[in-house]
Nanobody, 126 residues
Framework: QVQLVESGGGLVQAGGSLRLSCASS????????MAWFRQAPGKEREFVAA?????????AYADSVKGRFTISRAIGKNTVYLQMNELKPEDTAVYYC??????????????????WGQGTQVTVSS
């Protein structure tokens, strides 16, 4: 069992930045592909970004966040980050961290992921 805990959300003005963190204290994340999804009010959960733990150059991004968001990981801290720059009001959502055990291919479909956290709220004001 993997417990994922997201943090770093908050209220920010449009154009600002936030860095989300996702950590696990129950198991190393080294055998997982990690991803961020988000869900806005009244909308379905959507893919944001993903990273291969052992090949961090292998990443994937939704078109809507390319060039603004960066996913990364810190081995020693067993943590995945999502750096969000140039935030827009349409980025407002609850952001979830997901883990896909043993994955070598990054999936944009949440049903492929095995574990997820409780989420952290990001609100971008105009």
């Amino acid at each position: 069992q993997v417990q994922l805990v997201e943090s770093g959300g908050g209220l920010v003005q449009a154009g600002g930045s936030l860095r989300l963190s996702c950590a696990s204290s129950t198991r190393t994340l080294s055998t997982y592909a990690m991803a961020w999804f988000r869900q806005a009010p009244g909308k379905e959960r959507e893919f944001v970004a993903a990273i291969n733990w052992w090949n961090p150059d292998n990443t994937a991004y939704a078109d809507s966040v390319k060039g603004r968001f960066t996913i990364s990981r810190a081995i020693g801290k067993n943590t995945v980050y999502l750096q969000m720059n140039e935030l827009k009001p349409e980025d407002t959502a609850v952001y979830y961290c997901d883990a896909d055990y043993g994955a070598t291919i990054l999936s944009v479909a949440e049903y492929e992921y095995d574990y997820w956290g409780q989420g952290t709220q990001v609100t971008v004001s105009s």
